[in-house]
């Protein structure tokens, strides 16, 4: 029997990569954006590419993946983030996997992150598999801070080929990303009752930084590797400085 399949990609700002994300996904019988109110020409593209595109206020990404499963009622679901698209190897495996047909509830898939000047083969980026090809209602979405995660309703098995995943534009980008993820981490640890201040922050970023750099071989990549790991020093010091922290300055 023929398993039908859904493309799945949540967008906002999209445009830069959004035509290579669903030109990957064009072996899926229908492709479905749900977008948070662009302001950019990711609609049009989606709408160029195919896509069905429903627009939507940004609840957070549980709520907004748990409003776009519900609009899907194909057998699988393939679903990528808007600066990710498949490589053929993966296309293939994820096609024959589905044929297949197999006892599980979705399949884990390798990712490949572009950062600076290469793709990251180490530094904790690589392999990095997520669960990205699962069967309709076999999957749960949870979040921690601004990262969302899907965990599969019973076993998995992994698929060849990569993902090809191209997170910053610039190094100002991934700044912002880190205020961004910074906050989102300090409200997650501040709920849970964990302690900040300075001397954990900094205990906490020294941590993070000699994982990344030593333990994760990040000097295997270069200055690609350095400036990610001091990145990673920045992020979790500013994660942990902001869980005390008590409103506006000087007021």
Same mark, same amino acid.
Not at 136 to 140: L, V, Y
Not at 193 to 198: H, L, Q, V, Y
């Given at each position: 029997m023929n398993k039908t399949v859904t493309g799945l990609v949540l967008t906002y700002n999209g445009e830069r990569w959004l035509r290579e994300c669903l030109k990957s996904l064009d072996f899926c019988d229908r492709?479905?954006?749900?977008?948070?109110?662009s302001t950019d020409k990711t609609t049009a593209i989606a709408e160029e590419c195919g896509a069905e595109v429903v627009v939507r206020p940004w609840p957070g990404p549980v709520k907004q993946f748990e409003f776009a499963l519900a609009q899907i009622d194909s057998d699988w679901i393939v679903s990528l983030d808007q600066d990710e698209m498949l490589t053929d190897e993966l296309r293939s495996s994820i096609r024959a996997a589905i044929n297949k047909d197999e006892d599980v509830a979705g399949y884990y898939t390798p990712r490949s992150s572009f950062y600076f000047n290469r793709f990251m083969k180490h530094s904790g980026w690589y392999p990095d598999y997520?669960?990205?090809v699962f069967r309709?209602?076999?999957?749960?979405v949870t979040a921690s801070g601004a990262h969302y995660h899907f965990e599969p309703i019973g076993k998995t098995h992994r698929l060849s080929g990569d993902?090809?995943?191209?997170p910053y534009n610039s190094f100002f980008e991934h700044m912002e990303k880190i205020n961004y993820y910074a906050e989102e981490g300090a409200k997650a640890l501040r709920e849970k009752?964990?302690?900040?201040?300075?001397v954990r922050a900094l205990a906490h970023a020294k941590i993070r930084f000699f994982k990344l750099y030593l333990l994760? $071989?990040?000097? *295997?990549?270069? $200055?690609?590797? *350095?400036c990610n790991a001091l990145a990673g020093f920045y992020y979790t010091?500013?994660?942990y400085i902001r869980i005390e922290e008590k409103g506006d300055w000087g007021r």
């Open positions: 492709l479905l954006v749900v977008d948070s109110q997520l669960l990205r309709n209602g076999r999957m749960n993902i090809l995943h191209y009752g964990r302690k900040g201040g300075f994760k $071989l990040g000097f *295997l990549d270069g $200055l690609a590797g *350095l010091f500013q994660k």
